[in-house]
């Protein structure tokens, strides 16, 4: 993505650490879930009824907490021993798409927290995320033709069935991907280019990313 493509405004926008106190922030999660229905939003945020996580969400979180930080921050090798719901597959799952990962221990931060605000908006955003190299890092093998190693890369690891992964034309519009662009260039003012790169990991067999 380059710094264009998310116009003149949203380029100048600088990261910003300390905000007001009433500035309300809101999170990729909850605008999509308040686009997608108006009544569920306050059911969750505002009476707080909690959502029940469903298996597949729990296997998420192991892959990404119990396998894919350890490998990067400390190098550690997959566990394939490792269990939910009664099956090792974790392990398998990640090693289907472990040459799409950056090297271990090298210039990365995991589960960033980032929050901004705009000049013409009374309200910020926030979010975490997954993977974030301000000086690049990712392979090649993610699919583009030129080399992506000095590029500035935002990586969202997600898992689940391959039916639902979002194509390249999907993130253009999709609000994640463009909250994360929109502070990474106000973190970056120097840069101008970035990469945002949707890691998938099927949990379906035969295991693929």
Known sequence: MRKKEIGE????NKEVLVM????PLFSQSQISLFRSCQRKWPFQYVDKIKVEQSKWGGLG???EKEQI???LVHGRPLDFTLEHEGQAISGDIVAAGIHLLPTP???????KKIVFNTEIEEFG???YVDLWLPQG???DAIGSSRARNSTPCIADIKTGNPRYWKTSKDLESDIQANMYARWAFGALPAA???DLAWINFSTKKPYKA
Do not use: H
């Open 137 to 139: 890092g990712l392979p």
């Open 9 to 12: 405004q949203r380029a100048r």
């Open 20 to 23: 007001p106190a009433w500035l």
């Open 105 to 111: 221990k090298s210039n990365l931060e995991l589960q």
């Open 61 to 63: 979180d192991q892959i």
């Open 69 to 71: 930080t350890p490998y």
């Open 125 to 127: 955003y926030m979010g």
């Open 192 to 194: 101008e280019e970035l």
